[in-house]
């Protein structure tokens, strides 16, 4: 998808498509049938740069057919570069003006608390790790506790690098399991890449419960999969081409 379109961010993709995958098969109440269904769990991406690998996870989960991929970030295509809801059946919420995620899933959990007790659906959010640099972003980390909205999970895709440098270098943001901590989340950290671990971090039915949001702090490697893409910064922007997209194809396509 990104390399036909000659789009970015396939090493954003890459670090949470792990992530993804999880939510969608097996935490995720959902419909692929019945995209609409008032009681389903709302997915926020925040991050509305991994747009590729959300309209990815839908196809695969029935959403929509896969050949609907082919209008990924391509003139006249419906399938924008940053996550849209128009017209695409699963996406409750257009993305990618970064910071804005959280604030948007708060809402939505706070909507479905106000309704019935107990909530008639869940809250999820994916952010970026550079998102953690906008006020915004904090504000609804110390709304959501002071609501009590224990039908919001708010993971972040930690992969250390952002557009244009390593977090650490830009601004850094540990300890930021702590200063989840810190704002009244209930809060573990991840190895973003294990499906066991992520699973049973994942599902809230698998928390102690509590009246307080949950935050996922999910260890990621951008690029992950592809070795030369891996933890490099030239593939938040970077499309893979010729040689390049056949070697991470062959990569990608190994017996693990």
């Not at 670090?15 to 609409?36: F, K």
């Not at 224990?150 to 930690?158: F, K, M, Q």
Request: net charge negative; aromatic share 8%.
């Amino acid at each position: 998808m990104v390399s036909r379109s000659n789009s970015s961010h396939i090493g954003t993709v890459f670090s949470c498509t792990e992530v993804l995958a999880c939510l969608y098969g097996g935490v995720l109440r959902v419909r692929p049938d019945e995209p609409d269904w008032t009681g389903r769990d709302r997915f926020v991406m925040s991050k509305g740069h991994g747009a590729a690998g959300l309209y990815a996870t839908l196809a695969l989960r029935g959403f929509f057919p896969r050949q609907r991929l082919d209008e990924f970030c391509v003139d006249g295509g419906s399938l924008y570069g940053h996550v849209t809801h128009r017209g695409v059946p699963g996406v409750d919420v257009s993305t990618g003006a970064l910071g804005h995620g959280l604030a948007l899933a708060t809402g939505l959990a706070a909507g479905a608390m106000r309704e019935a007790a107990p909530p008639p659906w869940r809250v999820f959010a994916l952010l970026s790790d550079g998102e953690c640099d906008e006020g915004s972003t904090w504000e609804a980390a110390l709304l959501a506790p002071a609501w009590k909205l224990s039908n919001l999970t708010a993971i972040i895709d930690y992969n250390k690098i952002q557009s244009l440098g390593r977090v650490d270098e830009i601004l850094p943001l540990e300890p930021l399991a702590a200063k989840w901590k810190a704002f009244g989340w209930d809060t573990r950290e991840v190895d973003g890449h294990d499906i066991p671990a992520l699973l049973d971090a994942l599902d809230p039915e698998r928390w102690v419960p509590t009246d307080r949001p949950r935050c996922i702090v999910a260890h990621t490697i951008k690029g992950k999969g592809v070795s030369f893409m891996e933890d490099d910064l030239l593939w938040h922007y970077r499309s893979p081409k010729g040689e390049e997209y056949d070697r991470a194809l062959a990569e990608l396509e190994r017996p693990v």
